[in-house]
Every structure is written in C-alpha cells, then in structure tokens.
C-alpha cells in the first residue's frame, strides 16, 4: 500500500471538541461518569447512596470532572494523531496503552492517564508529557520563586499556605528543570561578530560534592566564569557562563574560544583583574583586542604589599599614578613613587614594572572610556546582584541548580539592562569606532 503523507502539524481543536463529544455524547455522559466514581459505582457495582450529598459537594465533583474531560481530549487528540501518522510506516501505528501521571490543579490532585501510540510519536497538546501542574500560572510562580533563591523546601511550604496547594519538593523540581533546555539553547546562541567592551570574571559558590565523592561532609568549590560583553548599541549582556573548579588562565582560554565559535570574531577592549596569564590567554585568541587590567585590583594587591604604619601614605601617592590626566604624567608620579618606596617596598614596584602596560590601556582613550574600562567594577556589581539572592544559600544541592538559579536571576537584571545603555554612549560610540575602523563596523 502507497504511503499517505501526513495532513497532521497541530490539533485543530475544533474537531477534536467534535470528537470529544462523540466520545462523551455529551457533557452530561461527562458528570454521569463522574456521579458513579463518586458513588463507588465503577466496574459494574451498586451505587452507595449512603453519605452522598456529603460526597456530591463542588469540591469532590469538580476535580474528578475536569479529571474526565482532560483524559477524554487526550484521547481524541492520540486518535487525530493516529489517523493521521496510520500509514508513515510499513507498520500502521496504533494506539498502546496509556501512561498515569498525577497533574497538581487548585481544586486537588487530577489522575491523568496519557495515551501512548505505538512508533511513539505522540505529543499531546492539551497537556504537555512532562506538565505536572495545571495552571501554567502556578508553574511560573514556581520558577520565578526558584529565581529569587528559594529553596524546594521552602517554595512547597509556601504554596500550600498561600494558595492551598501541596506540592512535593520533586514535582518543584521537575517543573523547574523545564528551564533546562531554555539555557542549553541561550548558551549555545550565536554572538554579535564585533564587541567594543568585554569584561572576564570569576565568583566562587559551594555545592554539594557528587554522589560517590570522598568529600562527604565538605562543599566542593565551584568558579563560575562570566563574560559580560558591552555590543555596538550600548547594551550590557551576559554572553555566557561556564563552571570549573578554580579559576585559571588555562579555562578561560577555553572560555575565549568557546565565545569565538559561536561568532565573536574579535573584541576591542577586554576588562580583567589581576589573575596571572590573562594576558597571554586574551593575546592567543584575540591578538588584536586591547587589554585593560583592573586598577582597583592592583590597588588591593598593592596594599598587601605595604606595611600598615606606611600603608595610608603609599596608597595615596599610588593613586596620583592612575589620576593623572596623560600617560606621561603617570610615569613621573611612579617614578617618584619608586624613589620614595622603593627601597623599602621592592615587589610593590616589581609589580607595577611588571603590569604597566595592562594597567595603563585607558590612557589610549578619553575620559568617558576610561571611567567605563579602567576597572571591573560592571561585572562586579553584576556579582553583586547574583549574590542577593544565593547568599542565603550557604551550599547549593548541585551543579545543575546552580545553574538554572544563575540563569533565571541573569534574566530578571537582563530586563534592567535592555532599557538604557551605557551612561555617555554616544560619545563612547563615535571615539570607538574611531579607533577600531573597520572591525567595529561588522558588529551586528
């Protein structure tokens, strides 16, 4: 027999309420069924009369009818499904048997049995395979209380004393793991081919170790890698985060290419702290991108370097250094600083010899790109704002719900980012392109 090309790509509902009521005959056949479950009439039985008005209340009979009709459309949707996918196959499909699930509603639990086909390509409409909650407006209050760093526990408890609803803590889980494909695609995105700012950063969290671990009763460290790119529109974004054990240059070389792949050709400034071998990661895959290293960090790094009798003095003629409105007029203020300190502070001036050129980048440009490169502050108080709301979580359960709180919190500051761009982008913009010609004009 010819094969007969599929007409099926959605339910159209209209039939599908035509063939629910031949089904049913009507609603009426709809609450008689409901009427003899409630009674203990199934399988041929006698009704019990006995305590049935206590038992016919809006409470008992609306979960069992909404129960009944849900099951009646998802087997009329199954049969659509199958007349029309009978003949895709040497083998006519069919249907085969159902799959029980328990969906949550506000007006109680609902038995929902899903009906299966035999090449298992049925995918309900109605009510989604993995949708354990009626109401999508309760799976969002879910999720967006999972986001403000609400812990399972706490978001069950929450739930059934504000809206009467019971919950267990593995359906909350299961309804945020839906999220899951939304941010392996977000991950996978492709980029803008030219970013006039980017800013690298690490934040540590703990986890709880892995099933089989030695470390039973110890967090395992955890470096989330951010990339916060500025694009050619002035807008902020986070172009992606990846997990490791420890920060090093060694994995944010693998960052940098991962960034690559997906379409960011080249980057003209990158903002970094003082992690040792971030230059040469950057050089390796963006050799034409300028490095700024972040002045607040060596700042730090300098004062642990100063005795405390001298540490106020030292930090002050230090800060003359970056304050001065030329490059040359930074280099005497060091020189000074190093006739003044050297000789009792040897490796702070090592260190300022050594990272000149990085810490330096930001006088190649004006005053409004300078205050906007010349320290990691943005990704910082992005930082800061993640922190908000898993600072109550002294140890995550795992890696994946590290993840998938990340995420949903990245979204919500992500609406604040869309709505203006960086303080005097225009200015920004036109010294930019200025300086990067060609390469900027390809940003998309």
Not at 141 to 151: A, F, L, Q, R
Not at 174 to 189: C, G, L, Q, T, Y
Not at 289 to 309: E, L, P
Not at 332 to 358: A, C, D, M, T
Request: hydrophobic share 35%.
């Amino acid at each position: 027999m010819a094969k007969r090309k599929s007409s099926y790509s959605r339910i159209d509902y209209s039939k599908v309420d035509k063939t629910v009521l031949e089904r049913s005959e009507d609603f009426a056949k709809t609450c008689q069924e409901t009427f003899i479950q409630l009674m203990g009439a199934e399988n041929g039985q006698e009704p019990s009369f006995k305590g049935a008005r206590q038992k016919f209340t809006f409470s008992n009979l609306m979960p069992k009818l909404i129960e009944n009709a849900i099951n009646n459309i998802l087997w009329a949707e199954s049969e659509e499904h199958i007349e029309n996918t009978k003949y895709e196959s040497e083998t006519p499909n069919r249907h085969n048997g159902r799959m029980s699930k328990t969906v949550k509603s506000e007006f109680g639990d609902l038995h929902i049995e899903t009906p299966r086909d035999r090449q298992g390509t049925f995918t309900p409409e109605f009510l989604k395979k993995r949708e354990m909650i009626l109401a999508d407006d309760q799976a969002e209050k879910i999720i967006s209380m999972y986001s403000y760093g609400m812990s399972q526990e706490d978001i069950s408890k929450m739930l059934e004393k504000s809206y009467g609803i019971s919950i267990s803590q593995s359906t909350i889980s299961k309804i945020v793991d839906r999220i899951m494909p939304e941010i392996e695609k977000w991950k996978s995105r492709t980029l803008s081919e030219f970013y006039p700012v980017v800013y690298l950063d690490a934040v540590y969290y703990h986890v709880m170790p892995e099933k089989g671990s030695t470390k039973k009763n110890d967090a395992s460290i955890r470096a989330m890698y951010n990339v916060i790119g500025i694009d050619s529109e002035g807008h902020r974004d986070l172009l992606g985060f990846y997990l490791g054990t420890s920060e090093g240059a060694g994995m944010w070389t693998t960052v940098l290419n991962d960034l690559k792949s997906r379409g960011c050709e080249d980057v003209g400034i990158f903002c970094t702290d003082g992690l040792a071998g971030f230059a040469a990661a950057i050089k390796s895959v963006y050799p034409l991108a300028c490095h700024q290293r972040c002045i607040v960090h060596q700042m730090r790094d300098s004062r642990s370097k100063v005795g405390a009798t001298d540490r106020a003095q030292v930090m002050s003629d230090l800060k003359l250094i970056y304050e001065s409105e030329t490059e040359e007029g930074a280099k005497e203020q060091f020189k000074h600083v190093k006739e003044k300190w050297g000789e009792k502070y040897p490796e702070l001036i090592s260190s300022w010899k050594r990272n000149w050129k990085e810490l330096t980048t930001f006088y190649k440009f004006s005053k409004e790109v300078k205050l906007l490169i010349y320290t990691t502050n943005p990704i910082e108080g992005y930082h800061r704002q993640i922190r908000k709301f898993t600072k109550t979580k002294a140890i995550l359960p795992s890696d994946e719900s590290l993840i998938k709180m990340t995420y949903l919190i990245y979204k919500r500051i992500k609406e604040s980012w869309d709505k203006k761009t960086v303080n005097n982008w225009e200015l920004i913009n036109n010294e930019l392109r200025l300086k990067f010609g060609e390469r900027m004009s390809v940003a998309r």
